[in-house]
């Protein structure tokens, strides 16, 4: 017997028929005879429809309030997914985060784990029950106040009530058949992958493949929880997460041990570039500047500075930062302006990133040629560049994104003939 812990996106449970299909799954394996505990996000939309609905009351809510908003979402499937289970014969109890032991630190809508202690969780497991919990929250052990841990963190939940029950496995159930080498949104002809390696996944969440959430992946490598991708709208195999480059578990006989150069292409359309004009070129004001950033609790990604114009003594400096933390950064560095001293400040939310990762990169030394010219060929101008050992990466204007995605992943020969099939979600 085995314990295995099950979490189902939005786009699984976004309708009454969905937390049906969702609760026959979940019983189909207890009654197979494995442990069951099941990690639920939000109805459909239900997030943003939340946070939308806040913005029309304040534009400045109290983040204690937005979070005590925002895990209600969670709450309403947990406790429909209950009684789904119990309509169908099985024996269900839904705990909230808090109620399963999530505890975090005090940080509103972006609270990290501090601890995570089930005893609930696991006291109806031993009863026999499938337990319920509901994602993407936690309570803070300082304030006892509810917390969210950002946008996707059911998939961290999942992965942390696994470790801390010393699961089997956690089965990620979405809206597509698992990790494919590009958004089958943006690439209908993307490939699955059968295996990725928790690196390359890494790459790939942080690069904006929000199929998983970044903390879930760096989580279940820490902790060597094996993930399952897969879809709740089929039976088929999805894809395996392998903890460690050291693990061949999941290999198969005959496979080759080499991996191919490139995992896939990822994209991101949630961040926002800021460039600082007119920078006096003296040592210091990097850091000055990015100290600022830093105070205002924004996470920069991308960073140029641009070589000083002859004789002016002044550079710019350009950074990309997710646009939700975007109006934080901006507010702060005006504030430092006459300090720093530097003339202005520009800023655009119609950028794009693009992201090609692959371990195999770091023995290829043709790769970079391959991107640019396939880049090129697609007309498309390059704004921003930085790179990782597994990664290039690259700004383009946000219209052009989904060209340069196709065209990248065509030209390292990712595409197959099949379409990837997108079973639900609205991609929002
Ligand atoms: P859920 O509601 O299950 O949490 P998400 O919307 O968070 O689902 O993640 C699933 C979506 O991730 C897919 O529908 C797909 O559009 C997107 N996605 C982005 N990159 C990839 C990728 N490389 N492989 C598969 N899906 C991807
Ligand atoms: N419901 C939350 C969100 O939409 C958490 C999650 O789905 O993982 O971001
Ligand atoms: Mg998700």
């Given at each position: 017997m085995s314990l295995i812990v099950q979490k189902f996106g939005g786009s699984s449970v976004s309708n009454a028929e969905g937390i049906n299909r969702v609760a026959t799954r979940v019983l189909e394996t207890k009654r197979a005879g494995d442990d069951v505990v099941v990690v639920v996000s939000a109805m459909g939309d239900t997030t943003d429809d939340l946070l939308d609905l806040a913005s029309q009351v304040t534009?400045?809510?109290?983040?204690?309030?937005?979070?005590?908003?925002?895990?209600?979402?969670?709450?309403?499937?947990?406790?429909?997914?209950?009684?789904?289970?119990?309509?169908?014969?099985?024996?269900?109890?839904?705990?909230?985060?808090?109620?399963?032991?999530?505890?975090?630190?005090?940080?509103?809508?972006?609270?990290?784990?501090?601890?995570?202690?089930?005893?609930?969780?696991?006291?109806?497991?031993?009863?026999?029950?499938?337990?319920?919990?509901?994602?993407?929250?936690?309570?803070?052990?300082?304030?006892?106040?509810?917390?969210?841990?950002?946008?996707?963190?059911?998939?961290?939940?999942?992965?942390?009530?696994?470790?801390?029950?010393?699961?089997?496995?956690?089965?990620?159930?979405?809206?597509?058949?698992g990790i494919y080498s590009a958004d089958p949104r943006v690439v209908p002809s993307a490939h699955k992958l059968d295996r990725v390696s928790s690196e390359e996944m890494l790459e790939l969440a942080a690069s904006g493949a929000k199929i998983l959430h970044l903390r879930c992946v760096e989580y279940a490598r820490r902790f060597g929880v094996p993930l399952h991708v897969r879809s709740s709208f089929s039976h088929h195999e999805g894809t395996w997460i392998i903890p460690s480059p050291d693990d061949k578990i999941h290999l198969q006989e005959g496979e080759p041990l080499e991996q191919p150069i490139v995992a896939g292409v990822a994209h991101d359309l949630s961040e926002a570039k800021v460039t600082v004009v007119g920078v006096p070129d003296i040592p210091g004001k990097a850091a000055e500047i990015f100290g600022v950033i830093a105070g205002a609790n924004a996470n920069i990604d991308m960073i140029v500075q641009n070589v000083s114009?002859?004789?002016?003594?002044?550079?710019?400096?350009?950074?990309?930062?997710?646009?939700?933390?975007?109006?934080?950064?901006?507010?702060?560095?005006?504030?430092?302006?006459?300090?720093?001293?530097?003339?202005?400040?520009?800023?655009?939310?119609?950028?794009?990133?693009?992201?090609?990762?692959?371990?195999?990169?770091?023995?290829?030394?043709?790769?970079?040629?391959?991107?640019?010219?396939?880049?090129?060929?697609?007309?498309?101008?390059?704004?921003?560049i930085s790179t990782s050992e597994i990664r290039i990466s690259i700004v383009t204007h946000a219209d052009r994104l989904a060209t340069a995605v196709e065209a990248v992943h065509k030209a390292f020969g990712l595409d197959t003939e099949e379409q990837a099939t997108v079973y639900g979600g609205t991609g929002r």
């Amino acid at each position: 017997m085995s314990l295995i812990v099950q979490k189902f996106g939005g786009s699984s449970v976004s309708n009454a028929e969905g937390i049906n299909r969702v609760a026959t799954r979940v019983l189909e394996t207890k009654r197979a005879g494995d442990d069951v505990v099941v990690v639920v996000s939000a109805m459909g939309d239900t997030t943003d429809d939340l946070l939308d609905l806040a913005s029309q009351v304040t534009p400045e809510a109290p983040a204690r309030e937005m979070d005590m908003l925002l895990s209600s979402g969670e709450r309403i499937s947990m406790a429909l997914l209950a009684m789904a289970i119990d309509a169908q014969g099985g024996t269900a109890v839904s705990f909230t985060g808090s109620q399963a032991g999530m505890i975090t630190d005090a940080l509103h809508g972006r609270a990290r784990i501090v601890e995570v202690s089930p005893s609930r969780v696991r006291r109806a497991i031993d009863r026999g029950m499938i337990a319920i919990v509901a994602g993407f929250q936690g309570m803070s052990k300082d304030s006892n106040n509810i917390t969210t841990m950002g946008r996707g963190g059911s998939d961290t939940t999942a992965v942390a009530l696994a470790a801390a029950l010393n699961a089997d496995v956690c089965e990620i159930y979405t809206d597509v058949d698992g990790i494919y080498s590009a958004d089958p949104r943006v690439v209908p002809s993307a490939h699955k992958l059968d295996r990725v390696s928790s690196e390359e996944m890494l790459e790939l969440a942080a690069s904006g493949a929000k199929i998983l959430h970044l903390r879930c992946v760096e989580y279940a490598r820490r902790f060597g929880v094996p993930l399952h991708v897969r879809s709740s709208f089929s039976h088929h195999e999805g894809t395996w997460i392998i903890p460690s480059p050291d693990d061949k578990i999941h290999l198969q006989e005959g496979e080759p041990l080499e991996q191919p150069i490139v995992a896939g292409v990822a994209h991101d359309l949630s961040e926002a570039k800021v460039t600082v004009v007119g920078v006096p070129d003296i040592p210091g004001k990097a850091a000055e500047i990015f100290g600022v950033i830093a105070g205002a609790n924004a996470n920069i990604d991308m960073i140029v500075q641009n070589v000083s114009t002859a004789g002016s003594g002044q550079t710019d400096i350009s950074f990309t930062v997710p646009i939700v933390e975007g109006k934080d950064a901006l507010a702060a560095l005006r504030a430092a302006q006459g300090s720093i001293g530097f003339a202005d400040i520009e800023y655009d939310e119609q950028i794009g990133k693009l992201s090609l990762v692959g371990a195999g990169m770091r023995s290829n030394p043709g790769v970079s040629h391959t991107f640019f010219e396939a880049l090129h060929q697609a007309g498309i101008n390059v704004d921003m560049i930085s790179t990782s050992e597994i990664r290039i990466s690259i700004v383009t204007h946000a219209d052009r994104l989904a060209t340069a995605v196709e065209a990248v992943h065509k030209a390292f020969g990712l595409d197959t003939e099949e379409q990837a099939t997108v079973y639900g979600g609205t991609g929002r």
